[in-house]
């Protein structure tokens, strides 16, 4: 068996809903719409699911991810009237998502008010990114002239089925260890990938991988991605637990940090769909 794309999603407010896509057009920034909003505090630092696990509730499409919504981005979310919102943007604000100083620009006071109601909290606001070409990557692991908008560090996440297997098996068998009952398998979203792979590979073999094609588009390995609490966090019953970063901790820690899927710089521009080839090299 071949290895293709199996999966594709989109994020358009950065720790919302994922939205899963047939197709995706790759921008230098990444896929079209992903990460392109974000939720701050009044400081402007980023509010995630981290800190605020409603937010995985509230789902945020564009034109991208739903061909029904006219453009802006629709905001939904229960118990909330859905919100049409506009691509402009207002006063640019200073924004900081983890160690980057970015600028944002505001949405609107009807669009603050919105995701206040729908997140439960009474300091939060929506900024989007309103150019990603002036956020610049990491130079140890990217070129001149990368960019991406609110994405943690690169613009696009890939993440293997082989590999979410084989870490399914270490958590069972751990569980076995402790005397535990055994859990149900983690499934991929908890790791909010923007690319899904599976067919004829071996567990973690993408670490080794220096470029990678998908579809008609050639994408750079940057680095694994180093992953936080968020992945403990079960995005239908909002409860934190313990996996997987405990079985991470065990079986995949190296340089302080625990690590699952690989980030991806594009080299082009073009379209991946499900069912496309994937082509390491």
Same mark, same amino acid.
């Given at each position: 068996?071949?290895?293709?794309?199996?999966?594709?999603?989109?994020?358009?407010?950065?720790?919302?809903?994922?939205?899963?896509?047939?197709?995706?057009?790759?921008? =230098? &920034?990444?896929?079209?719409?992903? %990460? %392109?909003?974000?939720?701050?505090?009044?400081?402007?630092?980023?509010?995630?699911? @981290?800190?605020?696990?409603?937010?995985?509730?509230?789902?945020?499409?564009?034109?991208?991810t739903d061909a029904s919504v006219p453009g802006g981005l @629709?905001?939904?979310?229960?118990?909330?009237?859905?919100?049409?919102?506009?691509?402009?943007?207002?006063?640019?604000?200073?924004?900081?998502?983890? @160690?980057?100083?970015?600028?944002?620009?505001?949405?609107?006071?009807?669009?603050?008010?919105?995701?206040?109601?729908?997140?439960?909290?009474?300091?939060? =606001?929506?900024? =989007?990114?309103?150019?990603?070409?002036?956020?610049?990557?990491?130079?140890?692991?990217?070129?001149?002239?990368?960019?991406? &908008?609110?994405?943690?560090?690169?613009?696009?996440?890939?993440?293997?089925?082989?590999?979410?297997?084989?870490?399914?098996?270490?958590?069972?068998?751990?569980?076995?260890?402790?005397?535990?009952?055994?859990?149900?398998?983690?499934?991929?979203?908890?790791? %909010?990938?923007?690319?899904?792979?599976?067919?004829?590979?071996?567990?973690?073999?993408?670490?080794?991988?220096?470029?990678?094609?998908?579809?008609?588009?050639?994408?750079?390995?940057?680095?694994?991605?180093?992953?936080?609490?968020?992945?403990?966090?079960?995005?239908?019953?909002?409860?934190?637990?313990?996996?997987?970063?405990?079985?991470? &901790?065990?079986?995949?820690?190296?340089?302080?940090?625990?690590?699952?899927?690989?980030?991806?710089?594009?080299?082009?521009?073009?379209?991946?769909?499900?069912?496309?080839?994937?082509?390491?090299?």
């Amino acid at each position: 068996m071949s290895v293709r794309v199996v999966g594709l999603n989109v994020h358009p407010v950065k720790s919302t809903a994922i939205r899963p896509v047939a197709s995706a057009a790759v921008e =230098r &920034a990444g896929f079209a719409g992903d %990460r %392109r909003w974000m939720v701050v505090d009044q400081q402007g630092t980023l509010v995630s699911a @981290r800190e605020c696990h409603a937010l995985f509730r509230i789902e945020a499409d564009t034109p991208e991810t739903d061909a029904s919504v006219p453009g802006g981005l @629709r905001l939904r979310a229960p118990g909330v009237e859905d919100l049409l919102v506009g691509n402009a943007a207002g006063a640019e604000v200073a924004v900081r998502l983890q @160690r980057h100083h970015l600028v944002g620009g505001l949405v609107s006071a009807e669009a603050d008010e919105w995701i206040r109601h729908a997140a439960g909290r009474s300091d939060v =606001r929506l900024v =989007r990114c309103v150019d990603p070409t002036a956020r610049a990557l990491n130079p140890a692991f990217s070129r001149e002239g990368d960019h991406t &908008a609110y994405a943690d560090g690169y613009p696009v996440t890939l993440a293997s089925l082989r590999s979410l297997a084989r870490l399914n098996d270490w958590i069972a068998e751990g569980a076995v260890e402790r005397g535990e009952e055994l859990p149900e398998p983690l499934p991929i979203e908890r790791f %909010r990938p923007n690319v899904v792979i599976d067919g004829d590979l071996e567990a973690f073999v993408e670490d080794t991988w220096g470029t990678v094609r998908l579809g008609e588009v050639t994408f750079r390995v940057a680095k694994p991605v180093d992953r936080c609490v968020m992945t403990t966090i079960d995005v239908e019953s909002l409860t934190t637990g313990k996996e997987p970063v405990r079985t991470l &901790a065990r079986h995949r820690r190296w340089d302080g940090a625990t690590w699952f899927a690989i980030q991806l710089i594009p080299d082009g521009t073009g379209v991946v769909n499900v069912g496309d080839d994937v082509k390491p090299a």
